[in-house]
T-cell receptor
Framework: GQNIDQPTEMTATEGAIVQINCTYQTSGFNGLFWYQQHAGEAPTFLSYNVLDGLEEKGRFSSFLSRSKGYSYLLLKELQMKDSASYLCAVINSNYQLIWGAGTKLIIKP | NAGVTQTPKFRVLKTGQSMTLLCAQDMNHEYMYWYRQDPGMGLRLIHYSVGEGTTAKGEVPDGYNVSRLKKQNFLLGLESAAPSQTSVYFC??????????????FGPGTRLLVL
């Protein structure tokens, strides 16, 4: 079967750094996405990785290791508005997007 | 640009009733998708379309039908609603697939309650 694993919930402090991990087992790999979803809203695109390594975009960075089936999203200088769910999704060999259940990130002052 | 829009935003149905959810996008995207999102679960693909006039089944297609008569519109129909179809439904679109342009853009969602 195809599986995406993420922690269900994480808590961090405003101004700190948090790393959200994602491990995947899919039939083939053609890229990995991270999306942000605030409560009651639609998912919005954060990052896309297809090659190994770190992609940095402002306060957010995403890392991919294809050999390990592993990715993480790194959020720096956390702000209260970063409280949201973070969804990991993998494109498999059929170019279908397989979604993880998401990680709810709670930011405390 | 409005992006991806969905109507209605919220609906309550009785078991056995039918309804149609409308999705529209103004980005000239080829691919369109219907997902449902339930607590504790990832987004699950119901049906998708790779272009005008085409549709295909996703992971959880039973109880739903779709049509893509125009490139910008993708309709999701519930023939006979059941309480198990209570969910949040998201429509998404992408430029294409398989070329690095798979980023999907989502509509605001439709919250459906089936009693």
């Amino acid at each position: 079967g195809q599986n995406i694993d993420q922690p269900t919930e994480m808590t961090a402090t405003e101004g700190a750094i948090v790393q959200i991990n994602c491990t995947y087992q899919t039939s083939g790999f053609n890229g990995l996405f991270w999306y942000q979803q605030h409560a009651g809203e639609a998912p919005t695109f954060l990052s896309y990785n297809v090659l190994d390594g770190l992609e940095e975009k402002g306060r957010f960075s995403s890392f991919l290791s294809r050999s390990k089936g592993y990715s993480y999203l790194l959020l720096k200088e956390l702000q209260m508005k970063d409280s949201a769910s973070y969804l990991c999704a993998v494109i498999n060999s059929n170019y279908q997007l397989i979604w993880g259940a998401g990680t709810k990130l709670i930011i405390k002052p | 640009n409005a992006g991806v829009t969905q109507t209605p935003k919220f609906r309550v149905l009785k078991t056995g009733q039918s309804m149609t959810l409308l999705c529209a996008q103004d980005m000239n995207h080829e691919y369109m998708y219907w997902y449902r999102q339930d607590p504790g679960m990832g987004l699950r693909l119901i049906h998708y379309s790779v272009g005008e006039g085409t549709t295909a089944k996703g992971e959880v297609p039973d109880g739903y039908n779709v049509s893509r008569l125009k490139k910008q519109n993708f309709l999701l129909g519930l023939e006979s609603a059941a309480p198990s179809q209570t969910s949040v439904y998201f429509c998404a679109s992408s430029l294409e697939a398989g070329t690095g342009s798979e980023t999907q853009y989502f509509g605001p969602g439709t919250r459906l309650l089936v009693l």
